[in-house]
């Protein structure tokens, strides 16, 4: 499936999975807006070891080598291509999505760029799929994964597999997103399904 896709990652633990799923976006030749918040930017510098004060430089030198194209688009710019519904896109997919981030999602907040190229998927109808990494959950957090749930959002935790056999920590890595791409609609290869050369029902 051609067309844009809109990329999220905010503060939460697990950046890998944003940055990995851009790779693959962008492997295949399509085009990823990339939107990153601040909290974001100190995850990538924390797990990932990410120049956060070259920001332009540090995702060109990442993505810049893919046939994919790539647009970084800063948190704080309100007027930027997807904030608007005239702008189409596939979809957006938030990973990791914190707390935080769901909660303004779920209440409707469109105080970022971020938030607010979500709450254009919603009012648009697109594809909405959040990553949350977060644990344990309280009440609040279940009834905001609810109250987007019932609005068609796509939940989908960053919880890993462990029928796949996985060697690495990029394997498990790889099961995730692969699932964020079985949601989009993305055809990939980055895990072995369930039945392809397993025994048994």
């Not at 990410?50 to 046939?67: A, D, H, I, M, V």
């Not at 697109?126 to 309280?138: A, Q, Y």
């Not at 394997?171 to 699932?179: A, I, N, S, T, Y």
């Amino acid at each position: 499936m051609s067309g844009n896709w809109i990329v999220g990652i905010t503060g939460a633990s697990g950046a890998v999975y944003g940055v990995r799923l851009c790779e693959v976006l962008l492997e295949q030749g399509l085009s990823v807006h990339l939107i990153i918040t601040e909290a974001g930017w100190r995850v990538l510098h924390d797990e990932l070891q990410w120049n956060s004060s070259k920001r332009k430089e540090t995702l060109q030198e990442r993505f810049g080598k893919y046939p994919g194209t790539f647009e970084y688009h800063p948190i704080s710019d309100i007027g930027a291509s997807v904030a608007s519904g005239s702008f189409r896109t596939q979809g957006m997919v938030v990973v990791p999505c914190s707390m935080g981030t769901l909660s303004g999602l779920a209440h409707g907040s469109s105080d970022n760029l971020l938030e607010r190229a979500a709450d254009v998927m919603l009012k648009e109808g697109r594809k909405l799929i959040l990553v949350p990494r977060e644990t344990p959950l309280h009440s609040i957090h279940l009834e905001n994964m609810l109250t987007l749930s019932r609005m068609g959002v796509r939940m989908l935790p960053a919880m890993p597999a462990f029928y796949t056999l996985p060697r690495s920590i990029d394997e498990m890595v790889d099961f995730l997103v692969g699932k964020v791409l079985d949601s989009m609609e993305v055809e990939h290869s980055l895990f072995q399904r369930w039945g392809e050369n397993h025994e048994g029902s």
